[in-house]
């Protein structure tokens, strides 16, 4: 079974500094998806970033960027130019590739502090 | 474009009673999943529902059943309640054809007394 690991529970960064989130996962497969989900205290769950495993370029979105590296299956988050609407809950989440197989595997989360 | 929505937003309920939580999904999705976040924790799959059958489950126990309609929207229903099972229920949508991105409601936060 996959397991998705995020050992920092908590991160505080300054404002429009950068901020790197950590996670690592276990697998056996060799084509899944990867992402990162923040949550607020509104609870939604949003989509952040999302990396294919068999894409070797790291995903960028506007000031969210990867660092993924397959072989040490790590799938680091970060965050340019925090900004105060960044603070949130941010949990790396793992999917298979297959068709019928498409739970997410959820990591415990990070909450991330954003100090003016 | 509506996204996905739950509902009720919280409800409490009591030991041993049964609890129907409801989604809509996002338009043109047609894959429902359910997951449970307890407090402090990520959230876990308990199933997901295409074509209004189950296609896949998680480890959870038979007290927790579910449901798509037609329409593609779904309930999650839970049986004889627990204090374990107060959590935030989430719904994911995801688009026909396009299976690899979730996309979230606000959830439903249940509490059991």
């Known amino acids: 079974a996959q397991t998705v690991t995020q050992s920092q529970p908590e991160m505080s960064v300054q404002e429009a500094e950068t901020v790197t989130l950590s996670c690592t996962y276990d697998?056996?497969?060799?084509?899944?998806?990867l992402f990162w989900y923040k949550q607020p205290p509104s609870r939604q769950m949003i989509l952040v970033i999302r990396?294919?495993?068999?894409?070797?370029q790291n995903a960028t979105e506007n000031r969210f960027s990867v660092n993924f590296q397959k072989a040490a299956k790590s799938f680091s988050l970060k965050i340019s130019d925090s900004q105060l609407g960044d603070a949130a809950m941010y949990f790396c989440a793992y999917r298979t590739f297959n068709f019928g197989n498409e739970k997410l595997t959820f990591g415990t989360g990070t909450r991330l502090t954003i100090i003016p | 474009d509506a996204g996905v929505t739950q509902s009720p937003t919280h409800l409490i309920k009591t030991r041993g009673q049964q609890v129907t939580l409801r989604c809509s999904p996002k338009?043109?999705?047609?894959?429902v999943s359910w997951y449970q976040q307890a407090l402090g924790q990520g959230p876990q799959f308990i199933f997901q529902y295409y074509e209004e059958e189950e296609r896949q489950r998680g480890n959870f126990p038979d007290r927790f059943s579910g449901h798509q309609f037609p329409n593609y929207s779904s309930e999650l229903n839970v049986n004889a309640l627990l204090l374990g099972d107060s959590a935030l229920y989430l719904c994911a949508s995801s688009p026909a054809g396009e299976t690899d991105t979730q996309y979230f409601g606000p959830g439903t936060r249940l509490t059991v007394l």
């Open positions: 697998t056996s497969e060799s084509d899944y998806y």
């Open positions: 338009s043109g999705h047609d894959t």
């Open positions: 990396q294919e495993a068999y894409k070797q």
